[in-house]
Antibody, heavy 120, light 110 residues
Framework: QVQLVESGGGVVQPGRSLRLSCAAS????????MHWVRQAPGKGPEWVAV????????NYADSVKGRFTISRDNSKNTLYLQMNSLRAEDTAVFYC?????????????WGQGTTVTVSS | QSALTQPASVSGSRGQSITISCIGA?????????VSWYQQKSGKAPTLMIY???NRPSGVSNRFSGSKSGNTASLTISGLQAEDEADYYC??????????FGGGTRLTVL
């Protein structure tokens, strides 16, 4: 079945970097756009970034633009999120999500999430 | 991009129907028929319930339905069941080629 498994979260000091990974299985990863979405404690989800199936087209939320980079390795069925210059307000559970099969504009499968805590 | 506006909470008795509103803007809900609704149970990841305003993914109960009018989208759950108790989030594609979510609505089934 379709599965997304995030990893790479942890506790990091403000200003430092972290790279998240999302291992995909059960679908044609190389043919599917992917998202990162985060959810701060007690808050609603916040969309972070999207990448096209071939890695060419990317877009970011204003809150992370210039600090975060989304990428993918289709040979490894893996999605990445490089996070630099981390701030306390980046503390959240980070989910990867697959672009919808029925709709390009929905997210039809989500991973279980990985927690990022930015604190000194 | 401002978050979409949802009521913080709604409640209903088993068997009744409830509707959750999601207010956006002309740059998102008002222009695009790309509204999705997600259900999130405690400690779990969100799951897709409705896409493109009113379409249900395979496996989602037909008790769930969606609609849109102007800048406002709505999710209706009919025949409420205890298992429907969860947080619900709307989301829309935007004119900036980004996505925006609502703040969420907690559904309590009495």
């Amino acid at each position: 079945q379709v599965q997304l498994v995030e990893s790479g979260g942890g506790v990091v000091q403000p200003g430092r970097s972290l790279r998240l990974s999302c291992a995909a299985s059960g679908f044609t990863f190389s043919g599917t756009g992917m998202h990162w979405v985060r959810q701060a404690p007690g808050k609603g989800p916040e969309w972070v970034a999207v990448i096209s199936h071939d890695g060419i087209n990317k877009n970011y939320a204003d809150s992370v633009k210039g600090r975060f980079t989304i990428s993918r390795d289709n040979s490894k069925n893996t999605l990445y999120l490089q996070m630099n210059s981390l701030r306390a307000e980046d503390t959240a559970v980070f989910y990867c999500a697959k672009r919808g099969s029925g709709s390009y504009y929905a997210m039809d499968v989500w991973g279980q999430g990985t927690t990022v805590t930015v604190s000194s | 991009q401002s978050a979409l506006t949802q009521p913080a909470s709604v409640s209903g008795s088993r068997g009744q129907s409830i509707t959750i509103s999601c207010i956006g803007a002309s740059s998102d809900i008002g222009t695009y028929n790309y509204v999705s609704w997600y259900q999130q149970k405690s400690g779990k990841a969100p799951t897709l319930m409705i896409y493109d305003v009113s379409n249900r993914p395979s496996g989602v109960s037909n008790r769930f339905s969606g609609s849109k009018s102007g800048n406002t989208a709505s999710l209706t759950i009919s025949g409420l069941q205890a298992e429907d108790e969860a947080d619900y989030y709307c989301s829309s594609y935007t004119s900036s080629s980004t996505w925006v979510f609502g703040g969420g609505t907690r559904l309590t089934v009495l």
